[in-house]
C-alpha cells in the first residue's frame, strides 16, 4: 500500500490535493492539507490509487509524493 508524502516546505497551501482526495485529506486553518484522522502520511487505500496519484500530478508546487509503504 502506498502512503501520501506531503513535502511541507513547498506546499504553499493551494488545495488542489485536498479537492481531489477529500477522503483522506483536509485543510487546517490556513489552507494547508492535513490528513484525515492524525496521521503524517495517510496510507492510500487501493480504491483512492488513481485519485492520489491524480493529486501528486496536479501539484502546482510537487509538494506531494506516493511512496511504498
Given at each position: ?26 485543510e ?28 501528486v ?13
Amino acid at each position: 500500500m502506498s502512503r501520501l508524502h506531503i513535502d511541507w516546505t513547498a506546499c504553499d497551501g493551494r488545495g488542489v490535493c485536498t479537492e481531489l482526495l477529500e477522503e483522506l485529506l483536509a485543510e487546517d486553518d490556513w489552507g494547508y492539507p492535513v490528513a484525515r484522522g492524525g496521521h503524517r502520511e495517510p496510507a492510500v487505500p487501493r480504491p483512492l490509487e488513481g485519485a492520489a496519484r491524480q493529486a501528486v500530478d496536479r501539484c502546482p508546487m510537487l509538494a506531494l509524493r506516493l511512496v511504498s509503504g
